[in-house]
C-alpha cells in the first residue's frame, strides 16, 4: 500500500473536521440547530477519514 492514501485520508478528514467545527459554531450562534448537526456529522466524518488514513499507513 501506499503512504499517500493514509496521507490523503487523513487531510481530507482534517478538512471535513475543520469544516464541521465551523459549522457546529455558526449553527450555534445562530440557533440555527440543522447547520449545527450538520456540523456535528461533518466532525464525525472526519474523525473517521483520519481513522482510514492512519490504518492505510499502517500497511
Do not use: C, P, W, Y
Not at 471535513?16 to 448537526?37: M, R, V, W
Not at 464525525?44 to 481513522?51: D, N
Amino acid at each position: 500500500m501506499s503512504h499517500d492514501n493514509g496521507l490523503g485520508d487523513k487531510i481530507k478528514g482534517s478538512v471535513s473536521k475543520a469544516k464541521g467545527e465551523l459549522k457546529d459554531q455558526i449553527g450555534n450562534a445562530t440557533d440555527n440547530a440543522s447547520l449545527q448537526a450538520e456540523g456535528k456529522a461533518d466532525k464525525v466524518k472526519g474523525e473517521i477519514q483520519q481513522k482510514v488514513g492512519e490504518f492505510k499507513d499502517r500497511d
